[in-house]
């Protein structure tokens, strides 16, 4: 008879009643839905939930693939409420941080050693004080459960990952999850059934997106810098064929949102991909003029309104609508509780009282500097320079060059949307992003550990 290790028994003894107690909630749960009158498509959606949670106990990566390519469908479902102030869609934060709490408990190979994570997790407390300001509790609670959701994906596929194939997998479950998304952005194109833009005569896509189109251009820009890397780099012929295809039809979504800021952004992104892979120049300039020249006509519409601006019922134009928003927020809110701030997710709550209505300052700096004061400001902003230095760093020693490259250009990206808008609190984009960072991170750190050993003593 083998015998086994006491620590790996232990281990495995652990793991099995940690199990049972979870097939045990698991089992209550379902009976609860199935005797519950509530529609069947709820019904329908939580046996998923269920099901897909089994599944992170036994194949973890390919669990977060279905996650991925789930995760955009429920987006529109945000208005849909489990119980109040609670979205539907709050379910998932809610499966990755509790399956994370198990993998961290049972498997002692799961770590938070991430660089620079440390500026995030001391963003945690920093959001749980800044309720002791909150006019509203609840709404606090779920935007401090969708920090923590973005946060426990960025965490779980830096654990989850082992090899470049993991990593290969993953990006193109990011890159998959936006084809029923795609579909219903040329649907709302074909059918001008997005957001009717009635000032400007315009209509702009919103995918699945609520009928937003800042974030819906955020999701599709990020995907589509996600895309060009696959593309250059696969050696399936079928997927480099799909990849071919999707390309230059994200970009269109990208330019029929009307998106400004994503529009600068990717640009920008382009650019350092661009300095840092010339032989990416091929594939980039031409998609880029070939947008610019199809689509001028869009182009100018937007870029005019900065010289021509049609009246709104905030100020002249968006840019200036913003402005006084910013100045608000900064002569009136902030000077509220300037070190703690008034509670994370209160901002729209806070600005009624200005504007007649919820309105959110479009920049995520001064967002959080109402929420959560100037000292999670500070470590926030941290947290992006550091990580731009981190790549620049990678970049500059060789050290997965090209992954790097991309995963910088999305980083500017995400930087530039940062400034003229709300990303933060979406789970959706954040969720994509954070998941780049950590397959780089990975990547990097078993590279390092490869070149550390292969060194001659």
Not at 68 to 75: D, G, H, K, M
Not at 390 to 401: D, G, H, P, Q
Request: glycine share 6%; with cysteine.
């Amino acid at each position: 008879m083998q015998n086994f290790p006491v620590e790996y028994v232990y281990k495995q003894r652990f793991s099995l009643f940690l199990s049972l107690i979870c097939a045990f909630l698991f089992g209550i749960i379902g009976a609860i839905i199935v005797v519950s009158f509530v529609p069947i498509f709820y019904k329908l959606g939580i046996v998923v939930f269920l099901m897909m949670t089994c599944i992170f106990f036994t194949h973890p990566l390919f669990a977060m693939m279905m996650f991925f390519f789930v995760r955009p469908l429920i987006e529109g479902l945000g208005d849909k409420q489990i119980v109040s102030g609670i979205p539907f869609s709050g379910i998932f934060p809610l499966l990755i941080i509790s399956i994370l709490i198990f993998k961290f408990l049972s498997d002692k190979s799961y770590t938070i050693a991430i660089p620079n994570i440390g500026l995030l997790l001391f963003l945690l407390p920093i959001s749980v004080f800044s309720m002791f300001h909150s006019v509203a509790v609840v709404v606090s609670i779920v935007h401090l459960l969708k920090f923590l959701g973005w946060l426990s994906v960025y965490i779980f596929v830096f654990n989850i990952v082992k090899t470049k194939e993991d990593a290969r997998k993953i990006m193109l479950a990011l890159v998959f999850s936006s084809v029923i998304p795609l579909l219903v952005g040329y649907y709302q194109i074909f059918t001008h059934t997005g957001y009717i833009d009635k000032l400007r005569e315009i209509t702009r896509v919103t995918s699945v997106f609520g009928g937003q189109p800042d974030p819906c251009a955020t999701y599709f820009s990020s995907v589509f810098l996600i895309m060009l890397f696959l593309y250059i780099h696969s050696k399936n012929l079928l997927t480099k064929r799909l990849l071919f295809v999707a390309m230059p039809l994200t970009f269109i979504v990208v330019i029929f949102t009307y998106h400004r800021v994503s529009w600068i952004g990717l640009t920008v992104g382009i650019g350092i991909i661009l300095l840092f892979n010339k032989k990416m120049i091929k594939y980039a300039i031409p998609l880029l003029l070939l947008g610019i020249i199809i689509f001028h006509a869009e182009i100018v519409i937007r870029i005019r309104e900065f010289f021509e601006p049609p009246p709104t019922r905030y100020a002249m134009n968006s840019l200036t609508a913003r402005t006084n928003i910013w100045k608000i927020c900064i002569s009136e809110l902030i000077p509220r509780h300037p070190f703690l701030g008034s509670g994370i997710g209160l901002t729209g709550i806070l600005t009624k009282k200005y504007f007649g209505e919820e309105y959110v300052p479009h920049n995520d700096f001064l967002r959080l500097s109402v929420e959560l004061g100037i000292f999670g400001t500070i470590l926030y902003f941290s947290f992006m320079i550091k990580e731009i230095r981190y790549y620049l760093a990678k970049i500059f020693t060789k050290s997965n060059r090209e992954l790097n490259v991309i995963v910088l250009a999305i980083l500017i990206f995400f930087v530039i949307s940062s400034v003229a808008q709300n990303v933060f609190y979406n789970v959706m984009n954040m969720t994509v992003i954070f998941a780049m960072l950590a397959i780089s991170k990975k990547m990097n750190f078993i590279e390092d550990v490869n070149s550390h050993h292969s060194c001659p003593n």
